[in-house]
């Protein structure tokens, strides 16, 4: 509200959005009276060039509005039922002390697993006071593999996360493959450079199950079943070898393993490839082609094609093609992954070693709530950056073990989402734009600061200063400790490699290494060990189940015939969000398989399989492939007739590299209701 007796006035800031996605915007922010009236992209940054997503641009219902937690709760009524009585910040950190001193004191600090994935967080909100907390605790550690760990672990096994190509570099691009990623939903400011590099000559190539935008605008689109990238990868490398298409001598002095790939790769014809992947074969021989004799050739490999039980060893294929096609040390060769590791920051500021206490795969949340997982039982979630809920594999255990009377349960956020109907105690936390964070993009290669633009809404708290208060209030607080949110942030600045550090503090943006436009193999080298492109590592083939480049098939069964894929949508980024009003949430369904089971567009259906069901309703379009049903992620309980989304139907079984989540393995059967 503006102060009595002062006229409001517009002023604008330019701050950072350190939401979950690639890009990294920095945002232009209108106030007026104190308040957030509009939100848009700077005109500042090169690649937000002036414009933001929808998503961002509603940032400010959210910050103001009706699920936003204003105070902190204590639990009233039934667990879940989602009734709180106020309390003041003083009551509710003391009983979260206390309670966690004594499940510490009589189970062990292991009874306690702090739970938070911080996709939508910086490098203050998360792994600072929180990771000193829990760290001198002694509490179970969680491992964050919800996503990007498939991906991950074949990018560090393979090139140790080179940096990539970055997105000023598409246009020089003469061919570029958009591998399992619908940037025109995750990732929006790629569009006008993919747009460049096509009125410049280049041809664009794209590998879904779905007929995105960006599919539909392709000179080839190749809708393979849903976990079949592995052997189209591997279909094409068997060409590049058999075919004379590789780069011996960058083979012989840049790589290990290329023999061991080349074997893993010969089975697989680009006959056997069409069948199982259902890619005609024709077009196959199109790509395959495309791809040897192209150049530059770009392969900007997404996190869509990791959530399956092949999603490791896929990545891992995908990735090694531009090293066996020899397309590397050229401006727009080579490939794309997440560049949120170009800055080689090793976060030396916390302050402690991690202990080596239990660690729990976040993907088996809900049976290590249940107790179904070896060990004591976990008495106690801290949950903070993070709705699992609602975006975790297997919801309805996960339910079923947030229920539980005896599990005192913490839940830190900035809405009332939907785990936080199940807590304990709720605490009320700040948003972006009203606190300080350090954002880094892992698309393109830019590090900024973002900053108070308003003051903290009702009673909300940074993550920074709640956990730092936690320590004094659990005596686990040392001398030199930052005890505030802005010494955490002084000390992030100070440990900060230079001139990175200096020129956020001044400046609140940090120059990109390389000019933000690596050359892989002219600016940059692998980061492994010896500097070279491991093809086949030892690590990745002892963990895979079959090995690494090992085909596992598909799961369906005749009961569960069809893949329910859950990507991400324009509306929400993960869960974020999701409490502003939707349209109806649908699932997609081909019209063969709608026709086979008598289902119209618009009909509400029952969606099943073996863990659960879900009730919504159908539409009906040519651009799911047959056999594929699709509906999106971060969808709220509220939203679906039964208050359980596709995360119900989701298995928590593992990718074969990284202890991947396996949404896109969920096997399902349709019917009309
Ligand atoms: N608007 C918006 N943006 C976001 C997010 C969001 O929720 N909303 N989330 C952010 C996060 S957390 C992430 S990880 C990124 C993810 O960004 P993306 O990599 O784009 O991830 P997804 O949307 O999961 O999947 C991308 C595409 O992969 C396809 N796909 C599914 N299964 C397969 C498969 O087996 N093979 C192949 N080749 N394709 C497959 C899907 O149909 C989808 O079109 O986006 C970030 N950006
Ligand atoms: N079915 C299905 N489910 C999926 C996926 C899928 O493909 N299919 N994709 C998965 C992927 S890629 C991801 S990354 C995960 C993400 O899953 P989550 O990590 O659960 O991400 P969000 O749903 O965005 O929840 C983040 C929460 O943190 C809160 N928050 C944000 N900033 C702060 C802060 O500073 N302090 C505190 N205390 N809280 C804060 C937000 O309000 C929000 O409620 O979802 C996964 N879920
Ligand atoms: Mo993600």
Redesign the pocket.
Known sequence: MPRPGLAPVESHVETAC?L?CPDGCTLHVTLKGGRIVKIDGSQENEITRGYICAKVRTFHHRIYGDDRLLYPAIRKGPKGAGSFKRASWDDALSLIASKMQEIADRDGAEAILPV??????GML??DTTDATLFRRLGASRLLRT???APTGAANQGLYGKMPSVSYQDYPEAQLIVIWGVNPATSGIHIMPFLKEARDRGAKVVVLDPRGTTIARQADLFLQLRPGTDLVVALALHRHLFEGGHTNGQFLAEHTTGAEQLREKALPWTLERAADVSGVPLQQLRLFADLYARSSPALVKCG??LE?NRNGGSAAAAIMALPAVGGKFGVRGGGYSMSNSTAWNIDRSWIRDQEPATRAVNMNKLGRALTGELEGSPINCVFV?????A????DQTRVLKGLDREDLFTVV????L?D?AMYADVV?P????ME?Y?FVKSYGPITLQLAKPVIDQVGESR??TDVFADLLRRMNLDRPGDAESELEAMLTILAALPEPHGTELRDTGTATAPFGGRPVQFVDVLPRTPDQKVHLFPEALDQEAPLGLYGFQPDPATDGYPLALI???SER?????L?ELPRPAIMVEVHPDDASARQIEDGDTVRMFNEQGEVRLAARVTPLVRRGTVSMP??VWRRHMANGL???AL?PDTLTDLGGG?C??DTRVQIEKC
Not at 390 to 393: H, I
């Open positions: 350190p979950d938070c994935y911080g996709g939508s967080n909100t998360q919800v996503c990007a996190w869509g959530r903070y950056n993070c709705n699992p609602v975006t975790m594999p830190f956020d900035q809405v989402t785990t605490l936390a700040t948003t972006f606190h964070d940074p993550n859950s990507p991400a929400t980024v993960s869960s974020t999701g992620k971060g989304t596709s995360n989701a989540a949404f896109n």
